[in-house]
């Protein structure tokens, strides 16, 4: 990627951004005018970017309905409940509800997303681009998502953001990056020492980074006393090329977007606010005296004590190093009429500061960094929805008060009180030192009297009944759903017990959907457009048992092809979907038996898929490795006839015979019959002569007629014969194939 563009203090000034940049900055191939007579000038730009960035940080911190919520769902999740204090000496037990149930629905919307094979499949454009199709779905999924970006990972923190904290985000980025790895060669003679130089030189990819020559004395090869010879020590560093698309979750307090956001693709502002090291930035390619001017960022006006208080402490005093210390840093995308053309276009920015933005470069946007959100529960024309913590912290709340109650209770009720004539006690530190089983003096009887406190702890169970209950309907996560009451659903028919799982994950499943419709499709399609865009070198990965070269440079096609998100086998239960696909292989297997392989119905690529489906559904990550693709233009042996169906042939073809006979006789007879009219009608004249004409003429057409139908049947007794004996052929063919082993069918007899 080529470096980033450098504003001097005459451009603008910049826009905040990232910690760990989302994509290194690639430079304007056309400097962008700092004085354009129609657009924006710098002060301008400058001014819009902190009022965008300073006005949804506002928003965003100072909203009860964000930033509170999401600071009472986390502590509440923590199980940190300050806003509910317990008086001294009564019980501090607090519930765990937010917890519980977010922990609930995390494996079953993982399970949505990893249970089947590859979790995006890009659709072709055409038959012909089927098998790249194939290979960017592999190379995308399995090694950019899983292998690269520990993939799992990625979806379970962004649920998590989004479940607790209204709306998960994640941003995609290619990180340019490389490892060095040596090779040491130890005694190599003048020849291998030249080879070997003579691959480094050829291939950019090595450097010799230690050389040493020694020589030695050997014996000459014509044994002729000794020579001089000459060893070589060589250390070769190879460059590893490393780079690759970059996938992070974004924290909640370091998503800005505009207040008046809809949804993401129509903010006017969206950036990832996070801090980097000076050095790291000007490592990065950035202007040296463009971040000098930076300030270290101290100020946590605007962050929330979510992060700061418990995990997020920095050390933001100033550094006796200058490139340790840290800066304030947004990266993002802002849209704008820069160039005054008066249309508004979207740009790419990175900038550091608060108050005062430096701008570090700013170039039009085309896929630097691509955001994806997730919002579980969301609001019409509002990109801040709600989420399941939102509903479970009153539910929290009032468990806690509940639990607290009763445990009070319980102890009072165990331990209680005693109404004690003071004067009559012989030693009356024994009641505040009692011990099990020692008395108590006294010197008159009925001194010391038990106050007892009824326990009102079953009642406070039924209220705990009610509150999981009210806590299930919320967030769509039952002990049903997660197979945790056996004996409830043992006592159900297996309708009943499939109607409430179903019932129960009718949330999840939603949930799962319109993540799989919005962010999910989001983020493989920017990925996919910045492998297209930046990665310039070809990549060696093995696919189906065999090594795949992979260059992105050759996919421009594919840069707008469609993105399915397959949620299909993971929601639901496994045992109904296998079920359900036995039932489909059954029922193809009856008709390839019935039909044979080539059935327009059901063919062999289709009864292929479905034993792929079994095998996935069953948890099987490749199911390639038992049940191949067919082959193009493959053509199954076709199995011969077996001796019964040979003897209906042969009736039939017999019948057939035997039928085309009948009618020529037929013909004959009415040539017969039609001849005698005539020479009756002949015999009739006066004038014989053309009648005995006439009669001539159809003896003759008789004897043709009789000779049609003799040439006739011996042309069927021919092609009857050549008949039986393909059928012949074929069943030794097939008596000694079937000894063979390779003699297999596609489906037993």
């Given at each position: 990627m080529a470096e980033p563009q450098i504003l001097d203090e005459e451009m603008m000034q910049e826009i905040v951004m990232g910690e760990e940049p989302i994509a290194k900055v690639e430079q304007v191939t056309e400097t962008i005018e700092t004085e354009v007579e129609q657009g924006i000038t710098e002060d301008q730009l400058k001014q819009l970017l902190s009022s965008e960035i300073a006005d949804a940080m506002t928003y965003i911190q100072g909203s009860e309905f964000i930033a509170d919520d999401r600071e009472t769902a986390y502590e509440y999740y923590r199980g940190v409940m300050d806003d509910l204090p317990a008086p001294q000496g009564r019980s501090r037990v607090t519930d765990r509800a937010v917890s519980t149930y977010i922990n609930m629905m995390l494996p079953s919307l993982l399970r949505v997303f990893t249970a089947g094979k590859y979790i995006a499949i890009y659709e072709p454009n055409n038959e012909q681009n089927t098998k790249i199709a194939e290979i960017i779905t592999h190379y995308v999924n399995e090694c950019v998502f899983r292998k690269d970006n520990h993939g799992e990972m990625i979806i379970r923190d962004w649920a998590w953001n989004a479940l607790v904290g209204k709306v998960?985000?994640?941003?995609?980025?290619?990180?340019?990056?490389s490892k060095k790895e040596e090779e040491t060669y130890e005694g190599l003679n003048d020849m291998e020492f030249a080879d070997i130089v003579q691959r480094v030189e050829a291939n950019p990819e090595l450097e010799i980074k230690a050389h040493t020559a020694t020589s030695v004395e050997g014996p000459s090869p014509m044994g002729?006393?000794?020579?001089?010879?000459?060893?070589?020590?060589?250390?070769?560093?190879?460059?590893?090329?490393?780079?690759?698309?970059?996938i992070e979750n974004i924290e909640w307090e370091e998503f800005v977007i505009s207040r008046d956001a809809r949804n993401l693709e129509d903010a006017v502002l969206k950036s990832h606010?996070?801090?980097?090291?000076?050095?790291d930035l000007i490592e990065m390619g950035y202007d040296p005296d463009t971040v000098a001017r930076l300030p270290t960022y101290t100020n946590r006006a605007y962050q929330s004590k979510v992060y700061d208080d418990y995990y997020r402490e920095r050390n933001r005093a100033d550094s006796p190093d200058p490139a340790l210390r840290e800066v304030l840093?947004?990266?993002g995308i802002v849209k704008c009429d820069y160039d005054g053309t008066g249309v508004r276009e979207w740009y790419f920015v990175c900038g550091g500061g608060e108050n005062v933005v430096e701008v570090l470069a700013m170039e039009r946007y085309d896929c630097q960094i691509v955001f994806s959100d997730f919002c579980p529960e969301p609001i019409p024309n509002l990109f801040f929805g709600r989420c399941p913590a939102d509903a479970l912290v009153e539910i929290q709340r009032a468990n806690t008060v509940i639990t607290r109650m009763m445990l009070d209770s319980g102890y009072l009720s165990m331990t209680p009180q005693r109404e004690v004539v003071f004067d009559n006690l012989v030693n009356p530190e024994q009641l505040t030192n009692l011990s099990p089983g020692a008395p108590v003096y006294v010197t008159r009887a009925g001194s010391i009297r038990e106050m007892q406190v009824?326990?009102?702890g079953n009642q406070a169970l039924n209220m705990l009944t009610h509150f999981e209950t009210e806590a299930e309907k919320r967030t769509g996560v039952s002990k049903a759903s997660m197979g945790l009451e056996p004996d409830v659903l043992a006592n159900q028919t297996a309708t009943a017990a499939n109607i409430a799982y179903s019932s129960s994950l009718g949330k999840v499943e939603m949930i799962a959907r319109m993540w799989a419709d919005g962010g999910m499709r989001k983020l493989f399609s920017g990925i996919l457009?910045?492998?297209?865009?930046?990665?310039?070198?070809?990549?060696?990965i093995r696919m189906s048992g065999q090594e795949v070269a992979i260059d992105p440079r050759q996919w421009e096609m594919f840069k707008e092809a469609d993105v399915n998100i397959d949620t299909g086998l993971g929601t639901g239960n496994r045992d109904r979907d296998m079920a359900m696909i036995n039932a489909i292989v059954g029922k193809q297997e009856a008709i390839i038996g019935q039909f044979g392989v080539n059935s327009p119905l059901v063919d062999l690529n289709k009864y292929s898929r479905a034993l792929q489906d079994m095998a996935q559904t069953a948890g099987i990550k490749d199911p390639e490795q038992y049940f191949g693709e067919i082959p193009i233009g493959y053509q199954p042996p076709q199995k011969p006839p077996s001796a019964e169906q040979m003897e209906a042939q042969r009736k039939q073809r017999k019948d057939q015979q035997d039928f085309q006979v009948d009618m020529m006789n037929l013909q004959l007879k009415a040539r017969e019959l039609a001849l005698k009219e005539a020479?009756?009608?002949a015999d009739s004249g006066s004038q014989m002569s053309p009648a005995e004409i006439q009669k001539l003429q159809m003896q003759y057409e008789k004897m043709l007629l009789d000779a049609e139908l003799k040439r006739q049947k011996m042309a069927l007794d021919a092609t009857n014969k050549l008949q039986e004996l393909e059928v012949e052929a074929s069943l030794e063919k097939y008596a000694i194939d079937k000894k063979s082993p390779k003699g297999q069918g596609i489906i037993p007899d």
């Open positions: 998960g985000v994640v941003k995609s980025y290619y990180n340019e990056s002729e006393g000794m020579l001089s010879l000459t060893e070589h020590d060589l250390t070769v560093e190879r460059t590893v090329n490393t780079s690759t698309v970059k606010r996070t801090y980097y090291r000076a050095g840093v947004h990266e009824p326990f009102v457009k910045q492998l297209i865009k930046y990665q310039d070198f070809t990549r060696i020479q009756v009608l």
